[in-house]
C-alpha cells in the first residue's frame, strides 16, 4: 500500500500547524511524527515516491522548526524590551497615582 498520501497530510499538518502559528497545535503535530512515522517505516521499504513525500516532509519539519525559532526570538525580544523599560513604567504608573484627582485603590 502506498504511503505516500498518510506522509503528504503529516507534512500538511506541520506546514498549517506553523502557517498559523499554533504551537499548540505544532507540539502535537511533532510529538506524533516519530511514532507515526516509525510505524510507517515498518511496513518495508520505502518507494521512489514515498521517499520524496518524506523529503517534503522534512522540508515542512524544517519550515516548522524555522517558524517557531522566528516565533521565539520576537518573543524574546519583547521579553527584554519590557524588562529594559521597566523603571519607566514603573515611574509613568507611579506619576498618574501622586496626580490631583487620581483614583487609588
Known amino acids: ?62 519550515g516548522a522548526a524555522q517558524a517557531s525559532a522566528e516565533a521565539a526570538a520576537g518573543l524574546q525580544e519583547l521579553l527584554g524590551d519590557l524588562h529594559d523599560n521597566k523603571e519607566g513604567r514603573m515611574a509613568y504608573a507611579l506619576a498618574g497615582e501622586l496626580e490631583p484627582g487620581s483614583i487609588t485603590q
Open 1 to 62: 500500500m502506498d504511503r505516500t498520501p498518510v506522509i503528504e497530510r503529516l507534512a500538511a499538518r506541520l506546514r498549517d500547524a506553523s502557517a498559523r502559528a499554533d504551537w499548540d497545535l505544532l507540539g502535537l503535530a511533532v510529538r506524533e511524527l516519530g511514532p507515526q512515522v516509525q510505524a510507517l517505516a515498518e511496513r518495508g521499504a520505502w518507494s521512489a515516491r514515498e521517499r520524496a513525500a518524506l523529503a517534503g516532509l522534512r522540508a515542512a519539519h524544517d
